[in-house]
Structures are given as structure tokens and as C-alpha cells.
């Protein structure tokens, strides 16, 4: 079965703070794509980063970095020196070439405090 | 980049009235697009699939026949919900696809849809 689960339903932090959004994914399938999204109050969402399955490498972008860890299934998203910008609702996401669909997590709402 | 409008940005509608919400691929050609639901601090839920030219295939407890999706050409799909009631109210999202044959493709989402029906 295929699912993405974000056990963290709402994070509040103090500007400035790191901040580590958890996400583990389920998936029979060896080819599969995991992303992450942020969604503003506006409600579009934005696209943050995309992987591959056989894409272990962890990546960085400016205050953004993602842990890919097939061995425990996870794809965890950390901001560092956290923003009151940042204040979102972050989704993980799944795509696998079996169900050829994206299943979502449960959004994690972040709240940065000034 | 690839964008992906649609229109309205927001509709407020009489309860039993249909409403037509547009989707665009602006600048690619999607030959498939997705159509999701997103109750008010709830996850996206997909709704139904749409291949251009064919029937949209729906997904386990969507009404077809409520939720009215056309995908007549490579660059606009509609979805029409036929006459809304107060728990149609949601947030609508699609995605464009561009591409074919079964390896990942980007997918491009849209800016959603907020739908209240009184």
C-alpha cells in the first residue's frame, strides 16, 4: 500500500529556531518519487523538492535540507534559522510508478514566531 | 517554467447550482491532469485522473456523476459540480502532467479553486 504519514500535525518555533518536519512514506514499489510542498495561507501549493528512489543523497538549499533515508523509509525536512515566512502547511508527498498517482500526507502546519 | 492556471480563483454559489471550475496547462501540453480536494485543514485528496479524450477515471467514493470532469483538448480539463450542496464547499487543486507513457513526469500543480456553497 502506498502512504505517507506526518505524524507532526502543528509545530509552533521562535524565529530563528531549526525546525526538522518528519515524514515516512510506505511503498511496495522500487521506483518512486517523494517531494515536499509548502502551502501558504494563499493555498497554492510550492513546489520545494523532488527525489528519486535511487537518489539517496541528502540535499541543501539556502535554509532548506532533506535527510533520505530508505532504510527507515523517511524523508525528513529541516529549516534552519527559521523565518516568520516560513509559517506554512508543509506536505510530503509520494509518487510511485505502480498507482502512477500522488498520495499526500497529512500536512505539518508550522507556525514561526516573531 | 510550467504553469498551470485556473479559473475561478474563488466562487460563491446558492445551494443546487453548478458550478464549472477551468484548468489550464498555459505553456505545455498536459496529456493528463488530476483533480484533488482539500477540505479546510485537511491533506489533498485525489479525486479523479483525466486523460485527454477519454473518460476520467475516478477514485474509490468520488460521484461521478456529481463531479463532471472533461479533458477535451491537451491544455484545459473542467470539473462541473453538478448541483452543489453546503458540503461541496472545499478547496479545489488540479495538476497538469505533461508527457506520456508511464515514466514519472513533472507534474505542474494549479493555484486551486475555493468553492462556498450557501
Known amino acids: 500500500a502506498q502512504k505517507v504519514t506526518q505524524a507532526q500535525t502543528e509545530i509552533s518555533v521562535v524565529e530563528k529556531e531549526d525546525v526538522t518536519l518528519d515524514c515516512v512514506y510506505e511503498?511496495?514499489?522500487?521506483?518512486?518519487?517523494l517531494f515536499w510542498y509548502k502551502q501558504p495561507p494563499s493555498g497554492e501549493l510550492v513546489f520545494l523538492i523532488r527525489?528519486?528512489?535511487?537518489?539517496?543523497q541528502n540535499e541543501i538549499s539556502g535554509r532548506y535540507s532533506w535527510n533520505f533515508q530508505k532504510s527507515t523509509s523517511s524523508f525528513n525536512f529541516t529549516i534552519t534559522a527559521s523565518q516568520v515566512v516560513d509559517s506554512a502547511v508543509y506536505f510530503c508527498?509520494?509518487?510511485?510508478?505502480?498507482?502512477?498517482?500522488?498520495?499526500f500526507g497529512t500536512g505539518t502546519r508550522l507556525k514561526v514566531l516573531a | 517554467g510550467a504553469v498551470v492556471s485556473q479559473h475561478p480563483s474563488r466562487v460563491i454559489c446558492k445551494s443546487g447550482t453548478s458550478v464549472k471550475i477551468e484548468c489550464r496547462s498555459l505553456?505545455?501540453?498536459?496529456?493528463?491532469m488530476f483533480w484533488y480536494r482539500q477540505f479546510p485543514k485537511q491533506s489533498l485528496m485525489l479525486m479523479a485522473t483525466?486523460?485527454?479524450?477519454?473518460?476520467?477515471?475516478?477514485e474509490q467514493g468520488v460521484e461521478k456523476d456529481k463531479f463532471l470532469i472533461n479533458h477535451a483538448s491537451l491544455t484545459l480539463s473542467t470539473l462541473t459540480v453538478t448541483s452543489a450542496h453546503p458540503e461541496d464547499s472545499s478547496f479545489y487543486i488540479c495538476?497538469?502532467?505533461?508527457?506520456?507513457?508511464?515514466?514519472?513526469?513533472?507534474?505542474?500543480f494549479g493555484p486551486g479553486t475555493r468553492l462556498t456553497v450557501l
Open positions: 483525466s486523460n485527454e479524450g477519454s473518460k476520467a477515471t475516478y
Open positions: 508527498a509520494q509518487f510511485t510508478s505502480g498507482t502512477y498517482k500522488y498520495i
Open positions: 527525489r528519486n528512489s535511487f537518489d539517496e
Open positions: 505553456d505545455f501540453q498536459a496529456t493528463t
Open positions: 495538476s497538469a502532467r505533461a508527457g506520456g507513457g508511464r515514466q514519472y513526469n513533472e507534474q505542474f
Open positions: 511503498t511496495r514499489d522500487t521506483t518512486y518519487y
